[in-house]
Antibody
Framework: EVQLVDSGGGLVQPGGSLRLSCAAS????????MSWVRQAPGKGLEWVSY????????YYTDSVKGRFTISRDNAKNSLYLQMNSLRAEDTAVYYC????????????WGQGTLVTVSS | EIVLTQSPATLSLSPGERATLSCRTS??????LAWYQQKPGQAPRLLIY???NRATGIPVRFSGSGSGTDFTLTISSLEPEDFAVYYC??????????FGQGTKVEVK
């Protein structure tokens, strides 16, 4: 059974940092690209970042470029999102999601982890 | 960036009624469009991909249609568990991949 478990969220002050993790199981993690998608309270879904299966290709949405870093450790079946210089507008539930092989849709999602940026 | 516009924002219907949700894209996405369902406190769930293909385990009352810029998600007869928020997503021209703002299907 495919499982994605998000962790690492919490309360952080503006300008602070946080590292999110996503532990994967039930599939060959190293064969799949992964993404982070976030959802601000009461708002819609927003794609944040993408990393290819090998980690060689990475993309970010414009609002997080230069502040967030996506990475993965295929030996540990884990995906990460290092978030620096956090802003109030980064407050959201962050989901990791597995990218389907060909079409790129999200068949599997983590349960989400809440990041709150507030003083 | 391709913008997805969903309508209506809210759909008020009774169980057993038919629901028709629309998603329009600012430029053609061919058939590279998906629909997700999200219930409060839960992660989204993929319903439809490539505009008209049901994901594994999705009931047949959910169907998708359209291509180019106009897409429709139809729920033929609403069950109590179908009241939720629905999002469309395009993955034709990315990054960035984009989502619609959502349609809430609520009990009338």
């Amino acid at each position: 059974e495919v499982q994605l478990v998000d962790s690492g969220g919490g309360l952080v002050q503006p300008g602070g940092s946080l590292r999110l993790s996503c532990a994967a199981s039930g599939f060959t993690f190293s064969s799949y690209s992964m993404s982070w998608v976030r959802q601000a309270p009461g708002k819609g879904l927003e794609w944040v970042s993408y990393i290819s299966s090998s980690g060689s290709t990475i993309y970010y949405t414009d609002s997080v470029k230069g502040r967030f870093t996506i990475s993965r450790d295929n030996a540990k079946n884990s995906l990460y999102l290092q978030m620096n210089s956090l802003r109030a507008e980064d407050t959201a539930v962050y989901y990791c999601a597995r990218v389907s092989g060909s079409s790129g849709y999200y068949f599997f999602w983590g349960q989400g982890t809440l990041v709150t940026v507030s003083s | 960036e391709i913008v997805l516009t969903q309508s209506p924002a809210t759909l008020s219907l009774s169980p057993g009624e038919r629901a028709t949700l629309s998603c329009r894209t600012s430029q053609s996405v061919s058939s590279y469009l998906a629909w997700y369902q999200q219930k409060p406190g839960q992660a989204p769930r993929l319903l439809i991909y490539d505009a008209s293909n049901r994901a594994t385990g999705i009931p047949v009352r959910f169907s998708g249609s359209g291509s180019g810029t106009d897409f429709t998600l139809t729920i033929s007869s609403l069950e109590p568990e179908d009241f939720a928020v629905y999002y469309c997503q395009q993955r034709y021209n990315w990054p960035p991949e984009t989502f619609g703002q959502g349609t809430k299907v609520e009990v009338k």
